[in-house]
């Protein structure tokens, strides 16, 4: 299965089952896309197709250099997942080993961001802050949990995880004491909507936390539009810029990016990723919104060709920005064509439910953060195990073999079959795919790839 890339200036061949990423020129470009209509084509074929364009000498090398890609199995690659795939989901179902977790401390916010999946952090429930025990026994669930794994992930979540932040001090102290009597490492993340933030828990973030999500739009008028106070208090934006641009700095630039939501109001959402850029951040992620089809904000089918266009542009000035000498990292066009994600994880992607819970004020478990307060869920308690597994065992089966989408999309082994809570909230299951989402991606893709190619990068 290959995907052929024509624009920008560049003739790009991706080979989907290997990974590999060719850049060509135009002979071999017509010379594979006739392969790929007919896998028996003969060199003499294929010699009159292109004569008298090329010259026979011409076509003849080229040839014999996609031939030999071919043989060495970067170009019309089997499929070497499959198999491993369904071994692997197996094995992971039986095994039940977890290894990181969302921890909703707070399930109260500052804010009253419209399209909360969240419900202004009540997730479908009552508010309510995680006290000290819970959160303890959660650590202790992870670690029971992780098997022989020594690196454990743990993001402290909300609602606004900053309104219950002695508990968040309290429970790294905690895994910080346990690292070295269990033989585990924690990295832990901070994602908030930084209304709370101040020195004080910035430095304590900076010298305990691997990363920092900070929540915001963009430009003023459209953050402010969906992300606006809960008590009145002013403009977000305003109270959250110059506390975002310090933390950015003191964290030389790095582990952290600034997290934003666009929607159907902003469908130009690439002057928002250019505004946090020129004020001053260099790692940026900004994402469409997934909610209610039938809200006003939702982003429609009728708004995906320009929404392409959007990432079109962010190409050419994330161009322009890096040949300039400046940077900017943006979160989706991320992609590690020497090393990248490992074989689990292009097959199943982020392992919601199986590898990854969340846990919510109260100690109860959920696949992941999008589906706490849904207890049809409910997978158990940190402090009585889990009484669900058959949860854990459907989520395990989920992965880009499952979904029907997937057979021929090329950007299978990249989303990874996509998120399951976006399947399930815009399908009704887990195994299917979010039909807007998959469309963004694929195109997201498709830049990431070119951008890689105009940059030079491996």
Wanted: with cysteine.
């Amino acid at each position: 299965m290959i995907h052929k890339i024509r624009d920008k200036g560049f003739n790009i061949i991706m080979d989907i089952n290997s990974g590999a990423v060719h850049v060509v020129d135009d002979l071999v470009f017509e010379i594979v896309s006739l392969m790929e209509r007919d896998s028996e084509i003969s060199d003499e074929s294929v010699c009159r197709s292109l004569s008298p364009e090329y010259s026979e000498n011409e076509i003849i090398e080229a040839l014999e250099e996609v031939r030999t890609l071919i043989k060495q199995k970067y170009l019309f690659s089997p499929d070497i997942y499959k198999d491993y795939a369904k071994e692997f989901i197996e094995r992971q179902a039986e095994e039940g080993i977890i290894k990181a977790m969302c921890l909703h401390v707070a399930h109260d916010c500052n804010l009253k961001c419209a399209y909360c999946f969240a419900g202004e952090g009540e997730y479908h429930g009552d508010r309510g802050l995680m006290d000290f025990e819970t959160g303890k026994a959660a650590l202790d669930f992870l670690m029971d949990r992780s098997g022989s794994r020594v690196n454990l992930e743990v993001d402290f979540f909300g609602g606004e995880p900053t309104m219950n932040f002695d508990v968040v001090k309290r429970l790294v102290s905690y895994g910080r004491e346990q690292e070295k009597i269990r033989n585990k490492k924690f990295r832990f993340t901070l994602t908030t909507n930084g209304i709370l933030l101040n020195d004080e828990i910035l430095d304590f973030v900076n010298a305990q936390m691997g990363n920092l999500v900070l929540s915001i739009d963009g430009r003023k008028e459209v953050n402010d539009r969906m992300r606006p106070t809960a008590n009145g208090l002013g403009s977000s934006y305003d109270i959250i810029v110059p506390k975002f641009l310090k933390a950015a700095k003191s964290r030389n630039q790095t582990n952290y990016y600034v997290r934003g939501t666009y929607t159907h109001y902003n469908t130009d959402f690439a002057k928002d990723v250019l505004h946090l850029h020129d004020l001053g951040f260099e790692q940026i992620s900004v994402e469409p919104v997934v909610c209610d089809p039938s809200e006003p904000y939702a982003i429609q089918e009728s708004d995906i060709d320009v929404l392409c266009e959007q990432y079109d542009i962010l190409v050419d000035e994330i161009i322009k920005i890096r040949k300039s000498g400046g940077f900017i990292n943006f979160f989706h066009f991320m992609l590690d064509l020497s090393g990248g994600p490992c074989l689990a994880k292009r097959v199943k992607g982020c392992g919601s439910g199986t590898e990854y819970v969340a846990v919510t004020p109260n100690g109860d478990i959920y696949p992941c953060h999008q589906f706490a307060g849904e207890k049809e869920f409910l997978m158990g308690n940190v402090k009585t195990g889990m009484d669900r597994p058959d949860i854990a065992k459907n989520f395990s089966r989920c992965n880009v073999y499952s979904k029907a989408d997937c057979k021929d999309c090329f950007a299978k082994f990249y989303c990874s079959g996509g998120c399951a809570a976006n399947a399930y909230h815009s399908t009704g299951d887990i195994n299917s795919t979010y039909k807007i989402g998959c469309a963004l991606q694929r195109k997201r893709l498709e830049c990431a790839v070119i951008l890689k190619a105009a940059l030079g990068d491996s």
